[in-house]
């Protein structure tokens, strides 16, 4: 398979470079809840890494779900639910195998799909599809890093960017409602961007 693998991820967390790792929730986070366009309800986390997101929702009332395969990642994120004295359900699992029994009322995503090689993007797209029920929302946080190699076809990452037009494409009307541009740009201490856009599924 081309594209990072699991064993990729595991030694990431075993050497500790985890430069996408802010120690915290990403400031977006907050800013949703601040705003209530992301209020209490059941909500999956797919490749949550440490965990952050997954307390401050639960911390705020959400049934969460946190998901990644990498065995780090979830012992991570078990040790801060511990601390924080705090309930979620952790599943380590692969994104591209893994079916909830029902769907979720919301999907947090950051930095899972600029994790995956651009060929798995239509099927894990399809599976937020399917694992958001119709109404839902997805709250999105679109990689903004174009390299340099990306000018001769080059295809760089992880991450890998998120290009608003390949999103377009990915999450398309009117199986989703897309607000009108321009999209808040969250910066990361590491140097990149993310644009923050709350689809809602339609059909
Ligand atoms: C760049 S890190 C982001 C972690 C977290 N979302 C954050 O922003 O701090 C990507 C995470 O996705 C996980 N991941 C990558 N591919 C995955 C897959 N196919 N299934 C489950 N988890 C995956 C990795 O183990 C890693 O924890």
Known sequence: MTGP???FWEQRFA???TPWDRGASSPQLAAWLRSGVLKPCRILVPGCGSGYEVIDLALAGFEVTGLDYADEAIGRAHRRLEKADVDATLVQADVLAWQPDRAF???YE?????ALYPDQWREYADRLHRWIAP???LFALFMQWLREGAAEGNIQGPPY?????????????PSWAWPKP???RTTHPAGIAELAVVLERRG
């Open 5 to 7: 693998t699991k064993e």
């Open 15 to 17: 050497e500790g470079n």
């Open 105 to 107: 009322d919301a999907i």
């Open 110 to 114: 950051q930095t899972c799909l600029c």
């Open 135 to 137: 109404g839902g929302k």
């Open 161 to 173: 960017h998120c290009d608003v037009n390949a999103m377009r494409a990915l999450f398309p009307e």
């Open 182 to 184: 321009p999209y808040p």
